[in-house]
Nanobody, 124 residues
Framework: QVQLVEAGGGLVQAGGSLRLSCAVS????????MGWFRQAPGKEREFVAA????????YYPESVKGQFTVASDNAKNTVYLQMNSLKPEDTAAYYC?????????????????WGQGTQVTVSP
């Protein structure tokens, strides 16, 4: 059973940075492609980053390109989301997700495994 455990959320002032982590267990890390999504109250789940099998290729929507960086550490079975220059509109619950099927998907329903989420709140 694949398990994903996120950490690193919290309260930060606008302009600050946070690094989220997602620890993966239950399956060989290199056999999974990973994604990060966020969901604010009353809004749909939004794709913010993905990283391919083995971490070679990274994907971002235009809305966060240059602001967010996804990375993986295969030795630690962990994927990270570095978020810089945070804005109040980045406030949301952030989720990591995994799939063994394809990499780079921007659609939340193409991911098979999900973490519990971590809250990020950016104050003005």
């Amino acid at each position: 059973q694949v398990q994903l455990v996120e950490a690193g959320g919290g309260l930060v002032q606008a302009g600050g940075s946070l690094r989220l982590s997602c620890a993966v267990s239950g399956r060989t890390f290199s056999s999974l492609a990973m994604g990060w999504f966020r969901q604010a109250p009353g809004k749909e789940r939004e794709f913010v980053a993905a990283i391919s099998f083995g971490g070679r290729t990274k994907y971002y929507p235009e809305s966060v390109k240059g602001q967010f960086t996804v990375a993986s550490d295969n030795a630690k079975n962990t994927v990270y989301l570095q978020m810089n220059s945070l804005k109040p509109e980045d406030t949301a619950a952030y989720y990591c997700a995994a799939t063994a099927t394809r990499s780079g998907s921007r659609k939340w329903d193409e991911y098979d495994y999900w973490g519990q989420g971590t809250q990020v709140t950016v104050s003005p």
